[in-house]
């Protein structure tokens, strides 16, 4: 069965960092990109970034680049979301999901995650 | 970046309607559209992507049109279950962005 299990959310601080994980299972990892979407508490879903299957390729949403990076280790099939100075509108589900086009980033999102939940207050 | 305009923002109807949402892209983004639901505490599930193609296991009621920067997802007789969150997505160019989301209820 093909899974995305993401995990590593919790409540910090402004200012500070964190590091979600997204284990996969089920089918070969190495050839499919992942991305990150997020959605804060009642409002819409944002495209945060995505690594390609070999981490070759990383893109960033505008709010989130130069803090946030992703990568991913094809031994462990994880993927990793590296979130650094982290501010209160960080606050989100954090979900994420496999490009549907192997050994590409060009496609739609197939498989997602059930989503953790990162909290940023003070 | 590209920007998609989805509308409306929510819409109630009665089990069996037809209903359609909207979504315009600020550029020509070709069919590179998918259309996503979202429920409560559930896993966003894609239901069109190519602007126009049934994801597999997905009911034909679910329909999609569009190419180009004007895009509608159709449910053509709508059911209880299918009230949850429906959004677009570009997929044409990074950094994707998705619609605003149009909220769906049952009367």
């Known amino acids: 069965q093909e899974q995305l299990v993401e995990s590593g959310g919790g409540v910090v601080q402004p200012g500070t960092s964190l590091r979600l994980s997204c284990a996969a299972s089920?089918?070969?990892?190495?050839?499919?990109?992942v991305h990150w979407v997020r959605q804060p508490p009642g409002k819409g879903l944002e495209w945060v970034a995505v690594t390609s299957h070999d981490g070759g390729k990383n893109y960033y949403g505008d709010s989130v680049k130069g803090r946030f990076a992703t990568s991913r280790d094809n031994s462990k099939n994880t993927v990793f979301l590296q979130m650094d100075s982290l501010r209160v509108e960080d606050t989100a589900i954090y979900y994420c999901?496999?490009?549907?086009?192997?050994?590409?980033?060009?496609?739609?999102?197939?498989?997602w995650g059930q989503g953790t939940l990162v909290t940023v207050s003070s | 970046a590209v920007q998609m305009t989805q509308f409306p923002s929510s819409l109630s109807a009665s089990i069996g309607d037809r209903v359609t949402i909207t979504c315009r892209a600020s550029q020509g983004i070709r069919n590179d559209l998918g259309w996503y639901q979202v429920k409560p505490g559930k896993a966003p599930k894609v239901l069109i992507y190519d602007a126009s193609t049934l994801q597999s296991g997905v009911p034909s009621r679910f329909s999609g049109r569009g190419s180009g920067t004007d895009f509608t997802l159709t449910i053509s007789s709508l059911q209880p279950e299918d009230s949850a969150t429906y959004y677009c997505l570009q997929d044409y160019q990074y950094p994707r962005t998705f619609g605003q989301g149009t909220k769906v209820e049952i009367k």
């Open positions: 999901a496999r490009d549907a086009t192997a050994l590409a980033v060009t496609g739609f999102f197939d498989l």
């Open positions: 089920g089918f070969t990892f190495n050839n499919y990109g």
